[in-house]
């Protein structure tokens, strides 16, 4: 009997066309990709979001490095959370802590380095704190204005 054969055939078939089908045809949403535009070039920004000029800032020199980067876009925040968490370890970042609430707070770290995220939801928009500087041993409060 060529019955179970057939079947096994037809599964492996819907399989194989099963894995070669588009995410936006399954619904599930494309992955935020890395801007070209980074102020430091270890700290990766979803490439749809806009820099906040006005309430950013960033400076560097070879001894130390700080900076509050500010941006907005349109990406959900699970998308953005998402994104940092792949990210980040790629530029040898390691997750020290998450609050993934409303806002959620990414906290990572790297030899000396400390980097908070915030991620919050604001009129229809995702706006980003990016929170770049030596690692201390106080806490600090990051706040979105």
């Known amino acids: ?28 949403p494309k992955p935020l990709t890395v801007s070209p535009v980074m102020p430091f070039a270890d700290v990766p920004v979803p490439a749809a979001f806009v820099q906040d000029a006005a309430r950013s800032f960033a400076f560097q020199n070879e001894e130390v490095r700080v900076g509050l980067l500010r941006y907005t876009g349109r990406a959900e925040g699970a998308r953005v959370i998402a994104f940092y968490r792949e990210q980040m370890p790629a530029f040898q970042w390691t997750l020290a802590n998450a609050v993934e609430a409303e806002p959620a707070i990414l906290n990572f770290e790297k030899a000396g380095q400390s980097c908070i995220i915030l991620v919050s939801r604001k009129g229809g928009r995702t706006e980003l704190a990016i929170d770049v500087a030596p690692k201390s041993s106080r806490p600090r409060k990051l706040e979105l204005h």
């Not at 057939?6 to 619904?27: E, K, Q, S, Y």
Request: glycine fraction near 8%.
């Open 1 to 28: 009997m060529n019955r179970p054969r057939t079947l096994l055939c037809l599964l492996l078939a819907c399989d194989l066309v099963g894995c070669a089908i588009p995410r936006a045809a399954t619904g599930m």
